[in-house]
DNA sequence: TCGGAAACGTTACTTTATACCACCGGGCCG
DNA sequence: CGGCCCGGTGGTATAAAGTAACGTTTCCGA
């Protein structure tokens, strides 16, 4: 896993890859304004971090990603970044694998939630639109007498890529 | 925050308590038998200290309690248990706060999913039928081609007991 | 009754996350 | 200008959650 300069993570070019991610930090910064929140070098290092992977990564993973690029953090620096993150809205957590993913869906930051669907092989984390279940949950939730705060809707299998018997 | 939660029910005679657990662990070991595991002391133990306390509760705070009984375990043992139990269906898990509860309907030991309304305040939790979400959701995955494999529908917020402004 | 599988004990370890305290740098008040 | 607050950061240490490895015991069916 070392490469020339570049990020290795993928069979897209890299130089393509490179754009997304330019692109992907730009529009994190522009949340980050609207909400009046700092994107410190840090937030952008780690942000930058978890884009480039296009996938699920933990905490301490993206700890050793940028310990191998010369940036050598104790892990409350990473994690009191990815809580800006999550606070702008351009990251998610997955609570079931304790895992983080940047949001593809810009409408997320404007308290629209969707549903994950996180592949196991691959990390991968598709995010779709959650049609009528969360509206389900607030309708459960209170023939319950519940004042549901957060809710949570994630589903873990296979991606198609990951698919067995498909080729 | 591993003590003395109120229970979501309100106080209750000792000796009314003592039969409800003893009720509960007979219909685990019920469960048990009709899946051919076997219930042992452990997980006997381990479920009673899951069961005693009406609401969700994490392995070393089950570790914890079972100590001061004069049962000194190693965590694994506890981790093996709870296994035990989740296979079993007798317990669930849950993801958002790394910890257990006792299920309290039959019913989810063949198949059927929940949903889990988790109180933040004292911890309780409520299973409530999903009213279709998981078909919603099996239907939203083979959109996306995804193939799901475990579902999980967590819903943080406050019960009726514990939420503000009622008195 | 004996052999293999399941359960358990013990030790050590990994992974995930937070507490605590000091420091720095910019905005704000006097 | 000078002192002060406050959010962000660095560093150390530690809590909390979960697992690996390996040997021993217990159970159960042939
Ligand atoms: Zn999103
Ligand atoms: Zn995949
Ligand atoms: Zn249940
Ligand atoms: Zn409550």
Redesign the interface.
């Known amino acids: 896993m070392t490469e020339a300069q570049a990020k290795p993570n993928g069979p897209m070019p890299s130089a393509q890859m490179e754009r997304k991610l330019a692109k992907a930090v730009e529009r994190a910064q522009q949340a980050f304004m609207e909400k009046n929140l700092r994107f410190t070098q840090l937030r952008q290092d780690v942000f930058a971090e978890i884009a480039a992977t296009h996938a699920s990564i933990g905490a301490y993973d993206i700890l050793a990603r940028l310990a191998e690029k010369g940036t050598r953090l104790a892990p409350i620096s990473v994690y009191r970044a990815i809580d800006a993150l999550l606070e702008a809205g351009v990251i998610h957590r997955l ?2 694998k304790n895992a983080f993913f940047a949001c593809r869906r810009i409408e997320h930051r404007t308290g629209r939630r969707p ?1 994950f ?1 996180a ?2 092989n691959c990390n991968g984390v ?1 995010e ?6 969360f509206e ?2 607030d ?3 209170a ?18 890529a990951c ?1 067995p018997g498909k080729d």
Do not use: N
């Not at 779709?128 to 279940?133: A, E, F, K, M």
């Not at 023939?143 to 198609?160: D, H, M, T, W």
């Open positions: 609570e079931s549903i669907l592949c196991e598709q779709v639109d959650s049609d009528g279940i389900t949950i309708r459960l939730s023939a319950a007498s519940f004042q549901p705060r957060v809710k949570f809707v994630e589903v873990s299998g296979l991606c198609e698919r």
